[in-house]
């Protein structure tokens, strides 16, 4: 035992954390194809500016993190509150100097294991020269980060140093603490991993349609669609591996297991599984909490997002299904009402629940079907799924 998390508990933690962080990162490469390919140099200069807005962002959520509000703020304060997944998967972090001048070093640059594999080595060193920046000047108006050129072979070492002088006292580097001792740390460490990749997807969508207007939606529309389609593949094959049906039994199984939790989203009221339905209330999302950060302009990019995410993965998951909501939080609803259903998997009993009908209680074993009111959806166990 690690702290007061078992050491299988501690191993299922981790592998979650790293689904969620690719997530981050397979999301960054539809971003930057779609946008070199549709809009050229113009293009990725405005991805620059997105990608620095967006570590703008974070460095002020981080500034205005209780936790740094309670012991101060300098460059060690930033690290043992850092807001994604990316130090906690780095392995061993090396920390040299004080917290006024704190060098970090890392055997590889975090998101190169992803990217790198799919040439995506451009996009790796766009995002981390601008997000660093960004999150440097959004954290204190006095800090300033320093590093090499961001190595885009996979395997280099990589050093980042953060200079922050003023009033502050200074203080030794100490070693960070292990995020995966504490699920409550984990948790939200999971959350806000999840939610920044609609931070990133809002700066840069900004950037992109205020510069290229339609033609720079429909690059956002195809990145947000092709993210969702990469997505509902891994799942498919996923699935169809262990040799189960790709229907939305296997589909919330495959999901459930990403997540040991069920933290990441809150799911309550009305859950209905089948093959052929998937009906669920989401009444806590990371991704909405950070799009409301800017209004109604912050809602209308998310749901570009939400659309286009959603298509892609669902109707790649199973050519045919139909992708519905009955209220969305990017529309301005307090929660996500998700009805998605595969019509030749639908069952006769089934047909009125497609047209809008109440849930009703499950009559029939025979056919399979669940509906509870809980914290989160059915297990695999409960549903029958292998």
Not at 79 to 107: F, H, K, N, Q, Y
Not at 139 to 146: I, P, T
Not at 280 to 294: G, I, M, N
Request: glycine letters at 10%.
């Amino acid at each position: 035992m690690t702290g007061g998390v078992r050491k299988p508990e501690r191993e299922a933690l981790i592998a979650s954390l790293s689904t969620l962080a690719e997530y981050q990162w397979m999301f960054l490469r539809n971003l930057y194809v779609e946008i070199a390919d549709r809009l050229g140099t113009s293009g990725i200069a405005a991805l620059e500016r997105g990608l620095w807005r967006y570590g703008f962002y974070r460095g002020e959520s981080l500034r205005n993190d209780p936790r740094i509000l309670a012991t101060g703020r300098d460059c060690l304060a930033l690290l043992e509150c850092w807001d994604g997944a990316e130090l906690a998967l780095a392995g061993p972090v090396g920390l040299g100097g004080t917290s006024t001048d704190l060098t970090v070093e890392l055997r590889s640059v975090p998101g190169s294991e992803y990217l790198i594999a799919r040439g995506g080595g451009d996009a790796l060193r766009l995002h981390w020269e601008n997000v660093l920046r960004g999150i440097a000047a959004g954290f204190d108006e006095e800090m300033s980060v320093e590093f090499d050129t961001v190595p885009t072979d996979g395997t280099s070492p990589w050093s980042v140093t953060f200079h922050l002088h003023g009033t502050i006292s200074d203080r030794p580097a100490v070693p960070l603490s292990d995020p995966f001792d504490d699920p409550a740390r984990y948790i939200r460490l999971a959350r806000r991993t999840t939610g920044l990749i609609a931070a990133v997807e809002m700066y840069v969508a900004r950037e992109i349609i205020h510069t290229f207007d339609a033609s720079g939606e429909e690059a956002i529309r195809q990145a947000c669609f092709g993210y969702g389609v990469e997505r509902g593949v891994e799942l498919r094959e996923r699935v169809t591996a262990r040799g189960d049906p790709a229907d939305f039994v296997s589909l919330r199984s495959a999901v459930d297991a990403r997540d040991p939790m069920s933290a990441v989203f809150g799911i309550g009221g009305e859950v209905y599984s089948s093959p052929g339905l998937d009906f669920y209330d989401c009444t806590y999302c990371p991704l909405a909490e950070v799009w409301a950060k800017e209004g109604s302009e912050g809602l209308a990019l998310g749901y570009i997002f939400d659309m286009e995410l959603h298509r892609g993965l669902i109707e790649t998951y199973h050519p045919g299904a139909i992708v519905k909501w009955d209220a969305l939080k990017t529309r301005g609803d307090s929660l996500c009402r998700f009805r998605f259903f595969i019509p030749e998997l639908v069952t006769d009993d089934e047909q009125a629940l497609v047209a809008g009908a109440p849930l009703p209680t499950p009559r029939s074993e025979r056919i399979n079907l669940r509906l509870s009111r809980s914290s989160g959806p059915p297990s695999a166990t409960d549903l029958g799924a292998r």
